[in-house]
């Protein structure tokens, strides 16, 4: 069984700055090794579709931000943990969603950014941030 789970997500003031996490564990996602899958991370507000957030490649070299983002969060990963890592400053209470991580493996610069190109999807972790 494949499981991606997040953590780090909380009540944070505007301004403030958290770290997510995911966690990737499990059967070798079906015979493929954690460094082969493109990680993203998407939100999602209450009566809002999942938005794309942010997405890195198996080896890091290429790096993906919605607009909203680019500037106030960084993605990466550590590939020795099976880990991907979103870090959030200057967050705005517009940020305020839960944040999921997914694991894919088709990388374009379309393909990132739609949730359907996911083959893998954690729980989710709650972000609110407040004025």
């Known amino acids: 069984q494949v499981q991606l789970v997040e953590s780090g997500g909380g009540l944070v003031q505007a301004g403030g700055s958290l770290r997510l996490s995911c966690a990737a564990s499990g059967r070798t996602f079906s015979g493929r090794t954690f460094i082969t899958y493109v990680m993203g991370w998407f939100q999602q507000a209450p009566g809002k579709e999942r938005e794309f957030v942010a997405a890195i490649s198996g080896n890091g070299g290429n790096i993906y931000y919605a607009d909203s983002v680019k500037g106030r969060f960084t993605i990466s990963r550590d590939n020795a943990r099976n880990t991907v890592y979103l870090q959030m400053n200057s967050l705005k209470p517009e940020d305020t969603a839960v944040y999921y991580c997914?694991?894919?493996?088709?990388?374009?610069?379309?393909?990132?950014?739609?949730?359907?190109?996911?083959?893998?999807w954690g729980q989710g972790t709650q972000v609110t941030v407040s004025l």
């Open positions: 997914a694991a894919g493996t088709y990388e374009t610069t379309y393909s990132v950014r739609r949730p359907a190109r996911y083959d893998y």
